[in-house]
């Protein structure tokens, strides 16, 4: 039985109604006829609605229905091919002819198939993918071919866009040489290569294609699984940066970097891998040069702190030990002088040996000045000092190697350029070096003039001399460490060439200058020191401020220790049987012991009123002697005061004294003065009373 045509708006029947419409129509009656005519209309309004060409083709290959989809996709109406065949719509000839040949194959087989159309120019110019499907009869015959149109022009674009984009990604890839770009299966296969594969890794097309990745790798990495946790790894997280060596195909390392990617499906699977390696093995090679480099500096560096701190440990060793020593020239050189005044040839030895005893010790202290300016370790203390009284305590410092020379000494001093912001016993320092320096190379008779000049910011304060003068080739290196003039009469007058160095550094700590000016040999030399003013509004000193040394006041001058015990410890006998005299001469009762252990057997007995310790015992030192002390349940004892006398005089030395329980610290060697002052300031004795049998 054949379709009978269904009818819309001038249209046959959708296929595969026509024998349905006539099997309800025969079994049912006008009211089945209904609705089934009510779904065939609901049908033909759902397909003029679809975006897809929807058309039926009988078996002469004419049309007998098509929806109005064909409007949008190839710019004809439904009417203009209804009854036509595709060589009668404008189709170019062969695509015509391949289309009917397609569809006679499906009528004949009853098989579906897809067909690819290209419309020409008139017809939009578009590219159809075509879909056939037989239609049968009742009997079961193929009776109409069905087909079903989809636009394919945009998608075929973008197709062939991405074909290109790939094309040129395939060769640009290929051309990489810098790199070592290559994909890998889910084994670690090679999948492709490009020229950077042959240039880094020395393998061919042929060779890499399959090759499995545990090839670049050296067998201890293999062994290790470094490859396939590589690949485990960029599987899970997306990707993996690397830095590694690999393995040439002839076998030696390159040092590569590289990122190891996941490729994965439209379902997101994981399908394969990417490898980006580019080779650093210069770089490497200089890293690790460098690194070498650090570690061998570094080690130098440990070395030289080491080195230094050894060198420190044994400054600190040496000055004590000279310090030590020289205290107990120095201390019975003045018990001896007090008893020596009817034989002059005595008193001039001990002039002697005190005088060289005292460039002794300036010795060690340039010494120590010099390797803590090196260090930067110096500190200064800063206020608003009086130049006047500074320079006037340098001179009474310097007089008497002056007057054992026959050499004048003048001050001219500008009392308007008085005031200065600087560390007043550094200051003194600077000054009393160039002071030592001008006495050490004027003859004697010579004549040594200390001047000072202010301007608008900045005191001048100058050292002339009538001296030997300093060669004008030597002028640049004046202040050079241990670096002193060539000429014979320079380095006649011995030294270690420090003080002038130590003077500039100093006052280049205060923000000052120091320069030197000599007409020649013989004709003298000035020293300059020019240092910044002290603002109008900084604070100024303490007035009441000792600056003038005690050394310039005689022991007769200062209070009497009548009533007075004292507890002296030191393991140095000489030191000790010194400073016991000195103070038994005024007038103290002294008790003596020769270690900490002693001593505190002392305290728990006697009623003792000051301690005065050396730090730097065999046994026991100051520091725990002090610590026993402060300890003992007697509080009177325990609270006795305490003068640390010691060879190390460092700075943070004095600090860590009176942080440990000691009220006063003197340095070695002993200045009897400062003693004497030190322990009648500590135990409230102030009255001065003159020797007995005066006045």
Same mark, same amino acid.
């Given at each position: ?216 790798? @050296?067998?201890? $990495?293999? %062994? &290790? #699984?470094?490859?396939?946790? +590589?690949?485990?790894?960029? /599987?899970?997280?997306?990707? *993996? ?100 005044? @009817?034989?002059? $040839?005595? %008193? &001039? #030895?001990?002039?002697?040996? +005190?005088?060289?005893?005292? /460039?002794?010790?300036?010795? *060690? ?107 004008? #080739? ?222």
């Amino acid at each position: 039985m054949s379709a009978r045509p269904w009818a819309i708006e001038g249209q046959t029947a959708p296929p595969g109604r026509a024998a349905e419409v006539m099997a309800h129509g025969a079994s049912s009656g006008a009211a089945r006829l209904a609705a089934a005519r009510e779904r065939d209309h609901l049908l033909a309004r759902l397909l003029e609605s679809l975006p897809v060409v929807v058309f039926r083709l009988d078996r002469e290959l004419r049309c007998h229905y098509v929806n109005d989809a064909v409007r949008e996709v190839c710019g004809s109406a439904p009417e203009q091919l209804l009854g036509k065949r595709a060589s009668e719509v404008g189709l170019d000839a062969g695509e015509a002819a391949d289309f009917e040949s397609v569809c006679r194959e499906v009528l004949a087989s009853g098989e579906p198939r897809h067909h690819h159309l290209a419309l020409g120019p008139a017809l939009g110019g578009r590219l159809l993918e075509a879909r056939l499907l037989p239609e049968f009869d009742a009997a079961g015959r193929i009776e109409s071919l069905v087909g079903l149109v989809t636009d394919w022009s945009e998608r075929r674009r973008v197709e062939g866009e991405l074909e290109a984009s790939e094309e040129r990604y395939r060769a640009l890839i290929a051309q990489v040489r810098s790199y070592t770009i290559f994909t890998l299966d889910l084994r670690g296969k090679a999948l492709t290569w490009n020229e950077g594969v042959e240039r880094v890794i020395g393998w061919s097309r042929e060779e890499f294609i399959g090759l499995p990745i545990e090839s670049l790798f @050296a067998p201890e $990495e293999i %062994a &290790r #699984g470094v490859h396939r946790r +590589e690949l485990e790894r960029a /599987a899970e997280e997306g990707s *993996v940066a690397t830095d590694q060596w690999l393995k040439r195909k002839d076998g030696a390392l390159i040092f590569a970097t590289g990122l190891t990617s996941r490729l994965v499906d439209a379902a997101g699977h994981v399908t394969g891998f990417s490898k980006v390696v580019r080779e650093r093995t210069a770089w490497k090679l200089a890293q690790d040069e460098r690194d070498a480099l650090l570690a061998s500096e570094r080690q130098a560096r440990e070395h030289a702190d080491e080195a230094n701190r050894l060198k420190d440990e044994f400054l600190a060793t040496l000055t004590h030990e000279l310090r030590s020593r020289l205290n107990a020239i120095v201390g019975w050189v003045h018990v001896l002088r007090r008893h020596a005044e @009817a034989s002059p $040839e005595v %008193a &001039r #030895g001990l002039a002697v040996i +005190e005088r060289n005893a005292r /460039a002794q010790t300036q010795i *060690v202290n340039d010494l120590l000045d010099m390797s803590r300016i090196m260090t930067g370790k110096v500190r200064l203390n800063l206020r608003t000092v009086s130049l006047q009284k500074v320079a006037a305590a340098a001179l009474e410092t310097i007089r008497p190697a002056a007057e054992a020379k026959s050499i004048e000494l003048l001050a001219e001093l500008d009392p308007g350029a008085d005031a200065l912001r600087a560390d007043p016993v550094r200051l003194q320092q600077v000054l009393w070096n160039l002071l030592t320096n001008a006495v050490r190379f004027t003859p004697a008779g010579g004549c040594v003039r200390v001047t000072s000049l202010r301007d608008d910011s900045h005191v001048e304060l100058s050292v002339h001399d009538t001296g030997v003068g300093i060669p004008s #080739g030597s002028l640049p290196f004046v202040f050079d460490r241990f670096r002193r003039a060539d000429a014979p009469s320079m380095r006649s007058h011995g030294g270690l060439g420090l003080g002038l160095s130590i003077a500039k550094s100093l006052a280049e700590l205060h923000g000052g200058t120091v320069r030197c000016r000599s007409a020649g040999e013989d004709r003298g030399s000035t020293f300059t020191v020019r240092l910044p003013i002290a603002s109008p509004d900084a604070a100024t000193g303490d007035p009441g401020e000792r600056i003038t040394p005690l050394l310039s006041l005689s022991l007769e001058s200062l209070p009497k220790l009548d009533g007075i015990t004292a507890l002296a410890v030191d393991d140095e006998a000489d030191s000790l049987m010194f400073c016991g005299r000195l103070l038994e001469d005024r007038g103290a009762k002294v008790l003596l012991a020769v270690d900490a252990q002693q001593a505190v057997e002392i305290l728990q007995t006697e009623q003792v009123d000051i301690l005065i310790s050396d730090i730097g015992m065999a046994r026991e030192d100051g520091y725990h002697l002090i610590a026993r002390l402060r300890a003992l349940p007697d509080a009177r004892t325990a609270r006795i005061p305490a003068i640390a006398v010691t060879a190390y005089v460092r700075a943070e030395d004095r600090q860590r004294l009176l942080l440990a329980g000691y009220q006063m610290h003197i340095g070695k060697p002993i200045e009897p003065q400062e003693l004497i002052a030190g322990i009648a300031s500590l135990v409230g004795v102030t009255s001065r009373e003159a020797p007995r049998g005066e006045g």
